[in-house]
């Protein structure tokens, strides 16, 4: 019995020596690969499809404020103020899918840093169209 233990033992250092140097190798592909540019004719093509799908979001977020203000009624101002930050915010998304999209051209910290501008405009359009939202509901 003994020795049985000690064998599974052995398979078991055994596994850990192969193990933990493949992690090591996959952690260290992932992570090159996350930065990595792409193509410019696939940033391109990327770009252009984020472009037509935040057009394609902010049509629809109009269409549906304008539904939105014709059948308010007595809260017009309330629900204009919502239509508006609506759009708003469509907007501010598909810029955002955009920039993120061009950003995958650039590569490592250019990368990263392309993608908090990004991120940091996306968050101000947000709480400017919220701040906006607000003035107009008081």
Do not use: F, W
């Not at 090159?32 to 629809?60: F, H, I, L, W, Y």
């Not at 051209?105 to 990368?111: K, P, Y």
Request: glycine share 6%.
């Amino acid at each position: 019995m003994r020795r049985c233990n000690a064998d599974l033992s052995n398979q078991e250092i055994d596994v850990q020596k192969l193990l933990l140097p493949m992690i090591g190798i996959l952690a260290a592909t992932l992570a090159c690969g996350c930065n990595g540019a792409k193509s410019p004719a696939a940033v391109a093509t990327d770009v252009a499809a984020a472009r037509q799908q935040a057009a394609t979001e902010v049509t629809d977020a109009r269409k549906d404020a304008a539904k939105n203000i014709d059948s308010a009624g007595s809260n017009a101002n309330d629900v204009g103020a919502k239509s508006e930050y609506d759009v708003a915010v469509a907007q501010a998304d598909g810029d955002h899918s955009v920039a993120i999209q061009q950003c995958l051209a650039l590569v490592g910290e250019a990368q990263k840093s392309c993608k908090e501008r990004a991120d940091a405009g996306y968050d101000q359009a947000k709480t400017h169209a919220n701040v906006t939202r607000l003035s107009k509901i008081q």
